[in-house]
C-alpha cells in the first residue's frame, strides 16, 4: 500500500466534496473530520507528489522538543517558517508587545515540556518547572507500554492568549502493540491541507520515531485526525496539479547514533560501522538528539508546488 495515497484521496474528496466556506483569513473549502492512516513500519512518509521541506520539518521538531520559542534559533539555520508570525509587526498586531522579535511565547514546545508553567519569556530558565509531558509518555513507553494514558496536549487555554498562533496539532496518544511496535494518533484542529498537512504527517511520523528509537521500540502506524480539513481557495490550482501526480516510492529514515562527542577516537575498538551506524545503542535522552542524527534515505520526488501562505 502507498501511504501517499490516502493523502492524496483526502486532498481530492474535500476539493470535490467539500463546503465553501468564508473564514477569518480566507475562503476555504472545507470538510470535517478527515482521517489519514500510515504505515511507518519500513519506509518514512515523506510525499513524493511535491518536495516537502524535510529541512524544516527536521529543525522544528527538534526546536520543539528543546521547547525552545525563539524563531530566531531557526532562522539561524535558515528555517524561516516562524518568522513571519513573530515579527515586530506580526506581535504588535496581536497584542504581544512586550515580546521581543522572534519571542513566538508560549506554543508547542513550550506546552510538551513545560505545562503549566507561567511563561516569562525566551531568555528564561525553565528548568524543571511545569509538567513535562513528552518524558512522561517517553516514560510511560518505557515502563507501563499498556497504559492508556500514554498522552500530550498543546491546547492550553489559559495561556492562548499568550501564543502567537494557537496550536493546530493539539494533542498526540501513543500506543505500544504486543508486536513492540509504536504507533501514534495525532488529533488537528485545523488543517491546511496543500500547505501544512504534509509537513505534519512528517513531523508526528519523526517524533514517532524518535520515541520509538530512545524506548527500544519499533515505529508502527500513526493516524492523524484533522477537525477541519480545508483547501484555501489561492491553492486549488496547484492542488489539481498535484493530483495528476503518480507518487513514487516513499524514502526510508535512518538515525544515526554519533559517538564523536563522547569516545576517544583512538580505541580502535569501534569500527565505523558501529561509530555511525546506531547498532550499539541509542541516545536515552530525548534532547541529545542532533540534526546531523537523521539521514533520509532515497527520497525521490516530484518538483515543488509553490503557494503562498495563508496566516
Known amino acids: 500500500m502507498n501511504n501517499e495515497k490516502n493523502y492524496l484521496n483526502a486532498l481530492k474528496d474535500i476539493l470535490e466534496n467539500g463546503e465553501k466556506r468564508t473564514t477569518r483569513n480566507s475562503i476555504t473549502i472545507s470538510k470535517f473530520s478527515i482521517k489519514m492512516d500510515f504505515d511507518i513500519r519500513n519506509s518514512f512518509p515523506l510525499l513524493t507528489t511535491k518536495k516537502v521541506y524535510w529541512k524544516g520539518v527536521l529543525h522544528e521538531l527538534l526546536w520543539f522538543i528543546k521547547a525552545d520559542t525563539n524563531s530566531k534559533n531557526l532562522e539561524n539555520n535558515n528555517v524561516n517558517i516562524w518568522k513571519?508570525?513573530?515579527?515586530?509587526?506580526?506581535?504588535?498586531?496581536?497584542?504581544?508587545?512586550?515580546?521581543?522579535?522572534?519571542?513566538?511565547?508560549?506554543?508547542?514546545?513550550?506546552?510538551?515540556?513545560?505545562?503549566?508553567?507561567?511563561?516569562?519569556g525566551i531568555n528564561y530558565n525553565y528548568n524543571d518547572i511545569g509538567i513535562d509531558q513528552l518524558q512522561n509518555c517517553i516514560n510511560l513507553i518505557k515502563n507501563d507500554p499498556y497504559s492508556r494514558r500514554i498522552f500530550m496536549s498543546a491546547w492550553n487555554p489559559i495561556q492562548l492568549n499568550e501564543m502567537c498562533l494557537p496550536p493546530c496539532h493539539v494533542s498526540y496518544q501513543f500506543y505500544v502493540?504486543?508486536?513492540?511496535?509504536?504507533?501514534?494518533?495525532?488529533?488537528?484542529?485545523?488543517?491546511?491541507?496543500?500547505?501544512?498537512?504534509?509537513?505534519?504527517?512528517?513531523?508526528?511520523?519523526?517524533?514517532?520515531?524518535?520515541?520509538?528509537?530512545?524506548?527500544?521500540?519499533?515505529?508502527?502506524?500513526?493516524?492523524?485526525?484533522?477537525?477541519?480539513?480545508?483547501?484555501?481557495?489561492?491553492?486549488?490550482?496547484?492542488?489539481?496539479?498535484?493530483?495528476?501526480?503518480?507518487?513514487?516510492?516513499?524514502?526510508?529514515?535512518?538515525?544515526?547514533?554519533?559517538?564523536?562527542?563522547?569516545?576517544?577516537?583512538?580505541?580502535?575498538?569501534?569500527?565505523?560501522?558501529?561509530?555511525?551506524?546506531?547498532?550499539?545503542?541509542?541516545?536515552?535522552?530525548?534532547n541529545d538528539y542532533k540534526f546531523e542524527n537523521f539521514e533520509l534515505e532515497n527520497y525521490k520526488c516530484h518538483g515543488s508546488i509553490k503557494a503562498e501562505m495563508v496566516a
Open 84 to 120: 513571519s508570525n513573530s515579527s515586530r509587526n506580526f506581535l504588535d498586531n496581536n497584542k504581544l508587545c512586550e515580546y521581543e522579535e522572534g519571542d513566538c511565547g508560549p506554543i508547542y514546545g513550550f506546552q510538551w515540556r513545560h505545562f503549566g508553567a507561567k511563561y516569562e
Open 177 to 286: 502493540s504486543d508486536k513492540n511496535e509504536l504507533s501514534c494518533i495525532m488529533y488537528q484542529r485545523s488543517g491546511d491541507m496543500f500547505l501544512g498537512i504534509p509537513f505534519n504527517i512528517a513531523s508526528v511520523s519523526l517524533l514517532t520515531y524518535i520515541i520509538s528509537h530512545i524506548t527500544d521500540k519499533k515505529p508502527g502506524f500513526i493516524s492523524i485526525i484533522i477537525g477541519d480539513g480545508h483547501i484555501y481557495e489561492n491553492h486549488i490550482e496547484q492542488v489539481k496539479i498535484q493530483l495528476e501526480r503518480v507518487p513514487y516510492e516513499p524514502p526510508t529514515l535512518k538515525i544515526n547514533k554519533k559517538y564523536l562527542d563522547t569516545m576517544n577516537l583512538s580505541d580502535n575498538s569501534y569500527s565505523d560501522k558501529e561509530l555511525f551506524s546506531g547498532e550499539r545503542s541509542s541516545y536515552e535522552n530525548i
